[in-house]
């Protein structure tokens, strides 16, 4: 089985550096004149997903915005999955999820073997009861092709206090969960399948990106405030392994399918510029 990395690699090559998420909150649910209700999360989602499923690289479900309607909404979650990896996108289900022990080979369970109905290419992850917490779904993952992005410097004010905190050898915690996610993509080609969380708007940090080798997840983009040309900033030498995220810029062109696709194609375009990509 061809691994994520691998996967991903051939995904942006073809199709561009770009994710979309589909974040379905209530607010842009009202913006496209729809009912905060479980009709109009299946309008939502299923629009996204004809509009951009089949162009682009990969798409991105915030998992909460599905989970609060309950077994419908969780339903419509599935349906989405299912849709947007037939249309030809990777899926990275955006979970954050983190536990210990059996507990957290469920989660892995739940979202990275291909016998369950919600089953996703990626998710995101939390570190902080440590990475090493995480090795079920590491382990998971590896076994079944699929990825994991661990939360590492993430644009949220609250975040820096713990994230940017100095351990017993000097390191910041964030760039200790960067060194562990590196050793686990060690020597992998083209890229490895544990990526990152970094905020586009973050700025100069001075942590060390450049030994990942693996994908770094930079949301953030656009109505959050970063521009592409901020990822520059952010991520110095480790540029070629960025995987540019936008949600509410995008978003906020429906429900006009043919102004969804124009929306992505203009992130998209100011990706390839940032990034170097031709």
């Known amino acids: 089985m061809e691994s994520?990395?691998?996967?991903?690699?051939?995904?942006?090559?073809?199709r561009g550096p770009l994710c979309v998420g589909i974040d379905p909150h209530p607010?842009?649910?009202?913006?496209?004149?729809?009912?905060?209700?479980v009709r109009g999360l299946e309008r939502f989602a299923r629009t996204v997903t004809e509009a951009?499923?089949?162009?682009?690289a990969v798409v991105k479900p915030q998992s909460a915005f599905f989970e609060r309607f309950?077994?419908?909404?969780t339903a419509i979650l599935e349906s989405t999955i299912r849709q947007l990896r037939e249309a030809g996108s990777l899926v990275l289900l955006d979970v954050k999820r983190g536990d210990i022990g059996s507990t957290v080979a469920a989660y892995a369970s739940a979202y990275l073997d291909p016998s369950s109905p919600i089953h996703v290419d990626a998710v995101t992850a939390s570190p902080y009861l440590g990475?090493?917490?995480?090795?079920?779904?590491f382990d998971l993952a590896a076994e079944h092709g699929g990825g994991v992005f661990v939360l590492?410097?993430?644009s949220n004010p609250e975040g820096a206090a713990v994230q940017r905190a100095r351990t017993a050898d000097g390191r910041t915690v964030a760039q200790t969960v960067i060194d562990e996610i590196s050793q686990l993509n060690a020597g992998a080609q083209p890229l490895g399948s544990f990526g990152l969380v970094v905020g586009a708007t973050i700025g100069d940090t001075g942590h060390d990106l450049s030994a990942v080798n693996g994908p770094l997840l930079a949301p953030g983009l656009g109505a959050q405030g970063a521009t592409a040309a901020d990822l520059r900033v952010v991520f110095g030498p480790a540029l070629s392994s960025v995987l540019p995220s936008y949600s509410r810029e995008v978003l906020g062109a429906g429900p006009d399918p043919e102004a969804l696709r124009a929306a992505?194609?203009?992130?998209?375009?100011?990706?390839?510029?940032a990034l170097g990509a031709h």
């Open 27 to 37: 607010g842009l649910l009202a913006r496209w004149g729809l009912d905060d209700d």
């Open 52 to 56: 951009l499923g089949d162009r682009v």
């Open 264 to 273: 992505a194609d203009r992130a998209l375009t100011d990706c390839r510029t």
């Open 152 to 154: 590492a410097l993430t």
């Open 4 to 14: 994520f990395g691998v996967r991903l690699h051939r995904a942006v090559t073809e």
């Open 131 to 137: 990475v090493g917490a995480l090795a079920p779904m």
């Open 70 to 73: 309950g077994s419908k909404g």
